[in-house]
């Protein structure tokens, strides 16, 4: 025997399914809220990890003044992404990545290295293209000024590039460099 007729439990039930849909819907609707950020969220926490890494060495770490020395800048790549080479991959396209001196008081002799770069099928832009993918060492050669004094010195700059995985491009983004060195005593009879 129940206490509730067939009417009554239907009414039971019908509160009670708006009740149990009310609290699924308030959770859902607060958890969205926190567990999925906004647009700008993910833009700026996207941006503050970066695919690229520079790191900037000079060779020799002294050098006296008229003496050439080697800017190496190694470049490491966030595993499944590339740049592309420092040579244009076809004219009118600004692909090429770029490395510019901010301020550089030693003189630049030839211009930038690079290892032979890898063709690939670039899957975001759909095309072969020169890349270099996991690390990449640059080099340059420079001389110190004969009429510099000596002391510690600061090289920087900055990379300018596109970085890919195959699915999607960064826009043109740039990446400082810096490192330091010793101009040291030169020659007095020379």
Not at 31 to 48: G, I, L, N, Q, Y
Not at 84 to 101: K, V
Request: include cysteine; proline fraction near 6%; aromatic fraction near 12%.
């Amino acid at each position: 025997m129940s206490f509730y007729g067939p009417f009554q439990r239907s009414i039971f039930i019908q509160r009670a399914g708006w009740s149990l849909w009310f609290v699924i819907a308030l959770v859902l609707s607060s958890s969205s809220v926190t567990a999925f950020p906004s647009f700008e969220e993910f833009s700026r926490s996207r941006d503050k990890v970066s695919p690229v890494e520079v790191t900037a060495l000079a060779d020799p770490v002294s050098v006296k003044p008229g003496q050439p020395f080697d800017l190496h800048l190694l470049v490491k790549l966030s595993e499944g992404w590339h740049i592309y080479a420092l040579e244009e991959q076809s004219e009118g396209e600004s692909l090429a990545t770029q490395i510019r001196f901010e301020e550089n008081i030693f003189r630049a002799t030839g211009e930038w290295v690079e290892p032979k770069p890898t063709i690939a099928l670039d899957g975001a832009l759909d095309k072969v293209v020169k890349v270099h993918t996991d690390s990449v060492r640059f080099r340059r050669n420079l001389i110190v000024p004969n009429d510099l004094s000596p002391g510690a010195y600061t090289i920087s700059g900055r990379i300018e590039y596109r970085a890919c995985d195959n699915k999607i491009c960064s826009l043109p983004q740039n990446i400082d460099f810096q490192t330091r060195f010793q101009v040291s005593e030169g020659d007095e009879g020379g």
